[in-house]
T-cell receptor, first 111, second 114 residues
Framework: KQEVTQIPAALSVPEGENLVLNCSFTDSAIYNLQWFRQDPGKGLTSLLLIQSSQREQTSGRLNASLDKSSGRSTLYIAASQPGDSATYLCAVLTGANNLFFGTGTRLTVIP | SQTIHQWPATLVQPVGSPLSLECTVEGTSNPNLYWYRQAAGRGLQLLFYSVGIGQISSEVPQNLSASRPQDRQFILSSKKLLLSDSGFYLC?????????????FGEGSWLTVV
């Protein structure tokens, strides 16, 4: 069964720093990988989606990479802002159309 | 544009009582629909997904059930709630793989079983 792990579980950085969030998955037979943002008590907002044939996707200050063979993805956030504070989740889509989520990284950007 | 709604947003129910959470999607047709649960300090767990009316797949054995009476309506139910059913329930939708698969979530429903 697919297992998704995110490290670190929590991260605090001063405003302006660049940071990297990590996601690993055990079964490389994925269809795509998505990064989400979740604010406290709210639903999830999709940030980036990388198809299995792609190696990275960029949106504004966010860049996500995918190394399917090694079962890893990273989310790079440039010039972090206090508004980036949230929990970030990665999820992989398997051929059975199931999304498997990691437990998330709780990010705090300190002004 | 497509929107997803789920309700109620917050619910406090006694053990043994029934449950009904409802989710509807607007602005699209024939979506895949999902119910997830997010327990405190844990990741999201897929409970049910549906690729069409009346088609429900269950991912985990539990006292919950799901139904899809209409194309854009997905209902999560229980006849008798357990304390362990407490959590944050999220409805989601997406299209099939040929359409990119980005998944969109509702705002969630907080269920506390007391």
């Amino acid at each position: 069964k697919q297992e998704v792990t995110q490290i670190p579980a929590a991260l605090s950085v001063p405003e302006g720093e660049n940071l990297v969030l990590n996601c690993s998955f055990t079964d490389s037979a994925i269809y795509n990988l998505q990064w989400f943002r979740q604010d406290p008590g709210k639903g999830l907002t999709s940030l980036l989606l990388i198809q299995s044939s792609q190696r990275e996707q960029t949106s504004g200050r966010l860049n996500a990479s995918l190394d399917k063979s090694s079962g890893r993805s990273t989310l790079y956030i440039a010039a972090s802002q206090p508004g980036d504070s949230a929990t970030y989740l990665c999820a992989v889509l398997t051929g059975a159309n199931n999304l498997f989520f990691g437990t998330g990284t709780r990010l705090t950007v300190i002004p | 544009s497509q929107t997803i709604h789920q309700w109620p947003a917050t619910l406090v129910q006694p053990v043994g009582s029934p449950l009904s959470l409802e989710c509807t999607v607007e602005g699209t047709s024939n979506p895949n629909l999902y119910w997830y649960r997010q327990a405190a300090g844990r990741g999201l767990q897929l409970l049910f997904y549906s690729v069409g009316i009346g088609q429900i797949s269950s991912e985990v054995p539990q006292n919950l059930s799901a139904s899809r009476p209409q194309d854009r309506q997905f209902i999560l139910s229980s006849k008798k709630l357990l304390l362990s059913d407490s959590g944050f329930y999220l409805c989601a939708w997406n299209f099939g793989r040929s359409s990119g698969n980005t998944i969109y979530f509702g705002e969630g429903s907080w269920l506390t079983v007391v």
